[in-house]
T-cell receptor, first 112, second 113 residues
Framework: GENVEQHPSTLSVQEGDSAVIKCTYS??????FPWYKQELGKGPQLIIDIRSNVGEKKDQRIAVTLNKTAKHFSLHITETQPEDSAVYFCAASKNYGQNFVFGPGTRLSVLP | ETGVTQTPRHLVMGMTNKKSLKCEQHLGHNAMYWYKQSAKKPLELMFVYNFKEQTENNSVPSRFSPECPNSSHLFLHLHTLQPEDSALYLCASSQQTGDYGYTFGSGTRLTVV
């Protein structure tokens, strides 16, 4: 079955700097890759996603890149702000949304 | 508020108790899910319901019993749980299974003593 790894497990950056979180997946049939943000006391919230027919997607300060050959995808956050502090989860699925496999999460701390 | 409401937010129960978790969504979604989130472990899918019908049971022990009376409500009935079942239980919904992205509730923090 699918296996999703995520690195780093914790990440601290200064406010205004960029943050990058990387995920690798094992099943080449996976075709949909969402990223979720989970703030303290809340459930995960979808922040950006990418499908396998696209190499990069951007939404304001966040972007996701996908390398299908290497089977990895990354979340990029620019100009980080304290409110970006949260746990970020990547996920992969086949059949565009069925049977998500989640990564273990990255705890991002943005220091003022 | 995401549109998916879970109650209670916190629950402490003994191993011999019977309790139920409730999830409600008013997003018009037809698929609902139960996930278990334990410390330092990836989110684990437990159950999937699509149009009130259970379509997936991810090898979950029988001490967890789901119920989906309609597309807007999902329950997780708990009985004779173990301390290792302590976790955050998250409910999610989507337009249908196979739909892009889920909307999660805030979860029920369950502690089994």
């Amino acid at each position: 079955g699918e296996n999703v790894e995520q690195h780093p497990s914790t990440l601290s950056v200064q406010e205004g700097d960029s943050a990058v979180i990387k995920c690798t997946y094992s099943d080449s049939a996976s075709n949909y890759f969402p990223w979720y943000k989970q703030e303290l006391g809340k459930g995960p919230q979808l922040i950006i996603d990418i499908r396998s027919n696209v190499g990069e997607k951007k939404d304001q300060r966040i972007a996701v890149t996908l390398n299908k050959t290497a089977k990895h995808f990354s979340l990029h956050i620019t100009e980080t702000q304290p409110e970006d502090s949260a746990v970020y989860f990547c996920a992969a699925s086949k059949n565009y949304g069925q049977n998500f496999v989640f990564g273990p999460g990255t705890r991002l701390s943005v220091l003022p | 508020e995401t549109g998916v409401t879970q109650t209670p937010r916190h629950l402490v129960m003994g191993m011999t108790n019977k309790k139920s978790l409730k999830c409600e969504q008013h997003l018009g979604h037809n698929a609902m899910y139960w996930y278990k989130q334990s410390a330092k472990k990836p989110l684990e899918l437990m159950f999937v319901y699509n149009f009130k019908e259970q379509t997936e049971n991810n090898s979950v022990p029988s001490r967890f019993s789901p119920e989906c009376p309609n597309s807007s409500h999902l329950f997780l009935h708990l009985h004779t749980l173990q301390p290792e079942d302590s976790a955050l239980y998250l409910c999610a919904s989507s337009q249908q299974t196979g739909d892009y992205g889920y909307t999660f509730g805030s979860g029920t923090r369950l502690t089994v003593v």
